[in-house]
Nanobody, 119 residues
Framework: VQLVESGGGLVQPGGSLRLSCAAS????????MNWYRQAPGKQRELVAG????????NYADSVKGRFTISRDNAKNTVYLQMNNLKVEDTAVYSC?????WGSGWGNYWGQGTQVTVSS
């Protein structure tokens, strides 16, 4: 099983980035997909999620209206479009695949990608 994130980097406040997470080794379409982030000295937080069935999405209040999660099951990839980035969005962003029947059925993590928002 592999989850490989890409697309992180340094961006100025107000800028945009699109993160990608390429999955392999499991049935991607059967898994709920999530983006988490962890800033230095802070707990990891759920940023956005997209369900395997129906494609419903959920967002942390801090990113609603600025971030959009999407998935392409044909490409086994989940995306996080981040617009109007703020300094407080600086963190390591990690991709997570979670089986809807529970963690015992599958709970996988990527290695993370750094997003730094700074002028």
């Amino acid at each position: 099983v592999q989850l490989v994130e890409s697309g992180g980097g340094l961006v100025q406040p107000g800028g945009s980035l699109r993160l990608s997470c390429a999955a392999s080794g499991f049935t991607f379409s059967s898994y709920d997909m999530n983006w988490y982030r962890q800033a230095p000295g802070k707990q990891r937080e759920l940023v956005a999620g997209i369900r395997s069935v129906g494609g419903s999405t959920n967002y942390a209040d801090s990113v609603k209206g600025r971030f959009t999660i999407s998935r392409d099951n044909a490409k086994n990839t989940v995306y996080l479009q981040m617009n109007n980035l703020k300094v407080e969005d600086t963190a390591v962003y990690s991709c997570n695949a979670y089986h809807p029947w529970g963690s015992g059925w599958g709970n996988y993590w990527g290695q993370g990608t750094q997003v730094t928002v700074s002028s």
